[in-house]
């Protein structure tokens, strides 16, 4: 029986799931707007003409000038990533009792507590529902602290981020706050330093970048400004330094070609604090187990009902009733699994600001 309801379920969910996938397909295309990686410098130039690129050596392009960098900002608007929505404390804590299996153990201890108001003697019922209030009080609190911890680690991948980075405009060698950066800027890239955005390098001189942030590479890659061949995604270009990725050894240019939300990290970002665009595996799977414990949980508790009935020839039908449903509840749903797959994501969270590991979000 189980089997054919989670048939069931899965038949429900499909038309929805393949509504979306290919929206999410193109979502995940994080990449997939991106050219400058195929471009040689001379292309770059011609297509960033604002930046005075000089092809033949490219560390002496003089940028844009400072009215062109201007236009740009107006029209771009600053180089930083919309912070994730914030939540209060209350709110937050709120939210976790809106958990089905929380919902459903909320009922069994109303049931209970019913049961107990119409037959006071049968003191076991006041007890149980005492029992499964604190329990939905304490693994709340629990969930609350977990799902705050996580929230943290989220927020101080910010840290990520560069405060100034070094911008020639106008032929000037200028020192700027990240936030100022503009498409078409050409950036300069030292060692100890973070790039500011997404930048199509056109000169390096053994350059190295540490890159685990996007593409989960452990080790320094050696970057290029060579152009990359027909098929190579910008992931495998290596001439294209992504926002974020820090500067190991030697030092480079590169032409600022995205800023802001519409760089990789920005992209990835959104992906994880927009949750209008579909939902995550993660989610899809635990939807599904909720709507299988429910739907167990309620024909159970038929069951226990109608067995309870016939042997006891229906006399004390209401408290059958509640009886028959309150034990397929609690037998049913798993009380510590919200708590744990929010305790699972937190240790993750963690080990993935250890890592810089926005690549795993």
Known sequence: MFKWIKQKL??????DQEKKAESMESTRNLGGTFTEHQMDVSQLGKMYPNSNVNPSLPDRSTGLSAKDAQVRF???GPNILTPPKEISNLKLL?????NVFWLLQIAAGILSLITYIVDPSVMYNLWIAILLFGIVIIMCVVQFFEEKKALAVIKAFSQLLPVKCTVIRG???LTLEADQIVVGDIVAIKTGSRVPADLRLIHTVDLKLETSSITGESEP????SDKAGEGVTVFDSCNVAFNGSFCVEGEGYGIAIRTAERTIIGQIASLTTDQSTGKS?????VHRFVKLVTVAAIIVGITVFLIGGFIQHWKNVS???MNGFLVAIISTVP????????????????RMAKKNGYHTL
């Open 10 to 15: 899965r038949g429900l969910e499909t038309a």
């Open 94 to 98: 709120l939210k976790q009792f809106l």
């Open 221 to 224: 890659i050696e970057f290029t």
């Open 74 to 76: 107006e029209l771009d």
């Open 319 to 321: 408290n059958l009733f």
């Open 281 to 285: 595996t993660l989610d899809i799977e």
């Open 171 to 173: 032929g000037q060698t």
């Open 335 to 350: 009380q510590g699994l919200p708590t744990t797959v929010s305790s699972e994501l937190t240790i993750i969270a963690h």
